[in-house]
Nanobody
């Protein structure tokens, strides 16, 4: 059974940092791409960042470029999201996901999802 489990969420003041982790297990993920999305109540799930298994292809949403960094530890099947310079508008539930294709911002391309972790940025 495939599992993807996020951790590292919490409450942080504006301007602060958090590092999210997502451990994937239950199958071989060699060649798969990993992504991070976020969602606020009543809104669609928005793309944040994605990375290929080779780590040669990385993509970010414009809203997080220069502040967030996605990375991947292939040996641990774990994807990370380092979030710096957090803003109030970054408050959301953050989800990690896996797709067998290239990194993409399309949520419907991702097959496996974690349950999400809450990130709250306070003023």
């Amino acid at each position: 059974q495939v599992q993807m489990v996020e951790s590292g969420g919490g409450v942080v003041q504006a301007g602060g940092s958090l590092r999210l982790s997502c451990a994937a297990s239950g199958r071989m993920f060699f060649g798969w791409s990993m992504g991070w999305f976020r969602q606020t109540p009543g809104q669609e799930r928005d793309f944040v960042a994605a990375i290929s298994w080779s780590r040669r292809t990385i993509d970010y949403a414009d809203s997080v470029k220069g502040r967030f960094t996605i990375s991947l530890d292939n040996a641990k099947n774990t994807v990370y999201l380092q979030m710096n310079g957090l803003k109030l508008e970054d408050t959301a539930v953050y989800y990690c996901a896996a797709t067998s294709g290239l990194p993409t911002s399309r949520a419907n391309a991702y097959v496996y999802w974690g349950p999400g972790t809450q990130v709250t940025v306070s003023s």
